[in-house]
């Protein structure tokens, strides 16, 4: 169990984080600031950019935390062929990530950022997720029913996609979900 004398902060909306976050017995609060940029250098290789990303959140609280303030920036991103997936813009551009996605091995890459008045501790943690070869149709239909816009890659693994696509995963299943609860809960520990 983690003793935190912290008053632990999730700097994020996404609902699925929440709900890991809550999975670990600790209390904490949601906090959000509005229009937080989420853009990286074009240059910065892509096992860095969730890293990169979440650290970018992270100082946009500094500002606002208080001493005893412990706050948690995440971002998820998905990457096939060396090319980074989003949160798509609209139906179309989901139907294209997911047949991208179709019949292939990518990677899911969340960087998260635990950040306190004094220090700050940030990491990157990599799943690789197997798809198989999606139907046209089975496409259409997830974007249709579940509309996939708020999530990076258009799909959640724990939606109707994945319990139809995934054939394979290496690594954290919750990190594909959107935070690496374990290696979360190893951090705060070492804290």
């Avoid at 853009?39 to 609280?61: F, G, M, Q, R, S």
């Avoid at 070869?133 to 997830?142: K, P, S, V």
């Amino acid at each position: 169990m983690i003793d935190s004398n912290f008053h632990i902060i999730l700097a994020s909306n996404s609902p699925r984080r929440r709900e890991l976050l809550a999975g670990l017995d600790i209390p904490f609060e949601v906090k959000v600031l509005p229009d937080i940029e989420e853009n990286y250098p074009a240059d910065l290789a892509v096992t860095e950019i969730a890293a990169y990303i979440a650290h970018e959140k992270a100082d946009a609280y500094r500002p606002t935390m208080g001493d005893n303030d412990l706050i948690i920036t995440a971002d998820t991103i998905v990457v096939v062929d060396n090319e980074v997936l989003g949160k798509p813009h609209d139906a179309a551009d989901a139907c294209r990530m997911l047949r991208k996605l179709s019949n292939r091995t990518h990677q899911v890459i969340t960087g998260v950022c635990l950040t306190t008045k004094d220090k700050q501790r940030q990491f990157s943690v990599k799943t690789d997720v197997t798809f198989k070869a999606l139907t046209e149709e089975e496409i259409e239909h997830y974007v249709t029913h579940y509309q996939p816009f708020d999530k990076a890659g258009a799909y959640g693994i724990q939606e109707w996609i994945g319990y139809v696509g995934v054939t394979s995963l290496q690594g954290s299943y919750f990190n594909v979900m959107g935070l690496p609860v374990q290696r979360i809960y190893a951090e705060l520990s070492a804290m």
